[in-house]
Structure formats: structure tokens, C-alpha cells
């Protein structure tokens, strides 16, 4: 499974830009993320993610964002600016804490995922924003018919509340699989 993963990241390696991946991984961890770590996930030299996040931070300095990098004791985040806290706290349609919300943005990337997965790309609090999704009905969660891990996939809640229509074809083929 590791090597078809490699394999897989290599060829979205071709087609997405390195300072791309990097705000990607920042966006999904919902954590503070050292360069080694986005050395590790994107498989690239130190000194393309260095060069990749110079040229992130400063595209986010340059245009006029609600979003911007932050660096702490030589980590990096994706965060939000300063004001506008309070205008997405009442946007929201639901009471999710703003982790539990990018666990769920990464479900609905992925339309469904092994918790395990899930865990690999959004650390160990994923545990507690499962548990906290599954109480509110945003996902289901089904034992795997072979292994210990649980199948995540988004709930009819989930597509009624965000006016995402479920992909049909999709929820087929996954089925399958």
C-alpha cells in the first residue's frame, strides 16, 4: 500500500506545483507543520519546500487574502487573517470547531476513506472530530470488512446542510471497491 502511494504522489507531483501541495498539506492538517514533516509528504529536497514556501508566503503577502501563512518555532500554518474571526463564526451553518470542519472538508475530498487514512493525514485530534462528526450526523462510519480500520463516508446530513449533491457514480464504484 505504501508503494502504490508513493506512486500515486509522484504523479500528482507532475501535475500540482510544489508551493500547491505545501498550502494543501497546511490546509488539511489544521496544525502547525515543520519542513521535515512537508519534506516527508511531498517527497521533495529540503530546499524545494524551502524555496516553495518563500514563494507561498509571499504570494499570500502580495495579494489581498483572507488567508496567510504563519510561522512558529519553524513550523508553518494556513491561517486566517486577523477580523475576520467573528464574520466566519456566523457564516458557518453549523456548530463544528474549525478542526473538525477541515476533517470534514478532507472527507469530502476524498468522498470516502479508511479512518487510518484519515488519522495519517490529520494527526491524532481526528479521532475526537470523528467522534464529534458522527454525533452530529455529518458522516457514517462502517467496520471494514477485512482490517481493523472503519470506512468514512459523507451522510445524507452532510449533503443537505452544504447543498452538495452526493456523487452517484461514484458511491458506486467506492462500493466495489
Known sequence: ???????????ENAIVSLPSRLEAIMYLKGRPVSKAEMVELTLESETAVEEALIALVAG?????SALHIEENKGKYSLELRNGLGELVRNLLPVDLSVAALRTLATIALKKRILQSELVDLRGGGAYEHIKELVEQNFIERKRQSEGRSYWITLSEKFHRTFSV???IGSTESSKAA
Do not use: S, T
Not at 1 to 11: D, S
Not at 60 to 64: E, F, H, N, T, W
Open 1 to 11: 500500500m505504501a508503494i502504490n502511494y508513493k506512486n500515486n504522489l509522484k504523479e
Open 60 to 64: 499570500y503577502a502580495q495579494r489581498d
Open 165 to 167: 449533491l452526493p456523487d
